[in-house]
């Protein structure tokens, strides 16, 4: 199975983006330089290869770089390759991935649309576990107190909040990044 890897910049730093014939695979959320966002995309996925990426990967980096920039952009068409993952995680990436631009929901949405609210910390597991951070956008999903909850890509929740305010899809009256002050509450 040809592997592959492609390191951009953006917005907030150098991204990446994994790929199988099959779809995305893994993406990497900015680390201080491009290699490093490298060592952390071959850590995962220590067969693929640095290539020329396919038509769909550099259309899905365009659309990062816009997000970055504020646009208002659709990353839910883009294919993912989730071969490997629980049967779990898949529901679980696959109704994230579908959160529109700016909105939110909390674990336990998710846990209600998979069937069962007891699942909500199942959920949170699953998108801890997260590989395609930004186009499954889990930084999108908040607790259902409105604080941020966690985060597991670099930076930590900084990189949420960072995120969110870049989409300006505040949850609460928390400070964002920048200082900035929400320009209204949303619950997703």
């Known amino acids: 199975m040809v592997q592959g890897l492609y390191i951009f910049d953006t917005a907030i730093g150098p991204c990446g983006l994994a790929w199988s014939e099959h779809g995305l695979t893994g993406a990497a959320l900015p680390e201080p330089t491009a290699e490093a966002t490298l060592v952390r995309l071959k850590r995962r996925r220590p067969h693929a290869e640095v290539r020329d990426p396919p038509a769909f990967i550099l259309q899905a980096a365009g659309r990062i770089r816009a997000l970055t920039r504020g646009e208002a952009v659709d990353l839910s068409d883009i294919p993912l390759d989730q071969d490997g993952c629980s049967e779990l995680e898949r529901q679980v990436w696959n109704i994230t991935h579908a959160i529109p631009f700016g909105q939110t929901l909390t674990y336990g949405d998710i846990a209600r649309r998979l069937g069962d609210v007891s699942l909500s910390r199942a959920v949170g597991q ?52 920048f200082g900035d002050l929400p320009l209204e509450v949303r619950r997703g």
Do not use: M
């Open 126 to 177: 699953a998108l801890g576990a997260n590989p395609i951070p930004i186009i499954v956008p889990c930084h999108r999903v908040v607790a259902a107190d409105g604080k941020t909850g966690g985060f597991s890509a670099p930076g930590g929740v900084s990189t949420k909040l960072k995120l969110r305010n870049i989409e300006r899809a505040a949850t609460s009256r928390e400070p964002l990044l």
